[in-house]
């Protein structure tokens, strides 16, 4: 039986040089134009690879977790510090006071880019858990911490019904997941932010779960992790308890994938399906199709193709400021994913 094995990317792309040099220059209505042109370059450019899923590479998006965060005005700079191996950081917002909601929703991008694509698209949002970072050590006056969370919770579901609305699949970024084990690996910080993604995911039906992902990674940003040498053995198990349809897991940049599989195995049941990377964002060097085939069908030998599908192991670009990447081998990568998937479908 021929199996085609589904293959969807993460979603963001590397900005050009044109919209990052727009971006420090103009905000607003001026800023539109060039916002337009980089989707539809970047919608274009993913029709152009083969792959049967797409997203607007996130060319709208200030960075994955800060979206919801634009045009308010009731945040400091000052908020949690995320430190990565190479020695840089990035520094979340803090809220300041109350109450909270979003600014924006990730549905105003996704409806902007149906209008361009032809190809499915999946729409990226952000993990109720890494927004739940937003408040601050010290109770804000007037607006406790319980508050907030159910402020944030609401408007998490928001986002997620507004896309699942559109007939799109919704992908949870849940980078934070492997960090919070680093941070706490008594476990309680990772238990909490899954209780919490599934208190937002109990607001949909079992159907409507099946077409929510999450994606996990060791946090990908100017080439460098947060968390990858945290043991997979000590936060899979965990990630799987989380009550959606699909997962999305980093596996080509891992220094033993058939491990980080055996790990997997008694997890891909039911309907469940688990998208392994297959190209890895922060290499330079471009995987071959075959090399990527060898890889699926090693993959096969732990998940069943009907548990199975194939995805690049993170975002080109979750910071809009990262260039580490060319956009050049972010599509070159993702080209070769989608024919090492038919290649490796073809011999299923
Ligand atoms: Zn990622």
Redesign the pocket.
Known sequence: MKTTLPTEP?GSIPRSAELLAAIQKFSGPELEPYYEAAVNDTIHRFEETGSPVITDGEQRKSS?VTYPLTGLRNLTSAGVVIPFKDGHTRQLPALASGPFHFGSYAVDDLRKAKRIARRTLKQPVVAVSALSLLYPATEIKGYSRAAFMDDLVRECIKDIRHCLDEGVHVQI?F?EGRLAVKLDPSKTLLKSFIELNNLVLSAFSSSERQRIGV??????DHDSTHSADVDYAQFLPELFQINAGNF?V?LSSEPDRKRALKIMQPFSQGTRRIFVGVTD?LSKRIETAKEIKDSILEATHFIRPENLGTTD???FS?FCDDVSTSRDTAFAKISNRVEGNTLASQIL
């Open positions: 993460i994955f970024d980078t994606h996990t990674c060791p946090g990908g999305y980093q964002p192991d993170c975002g979750p």
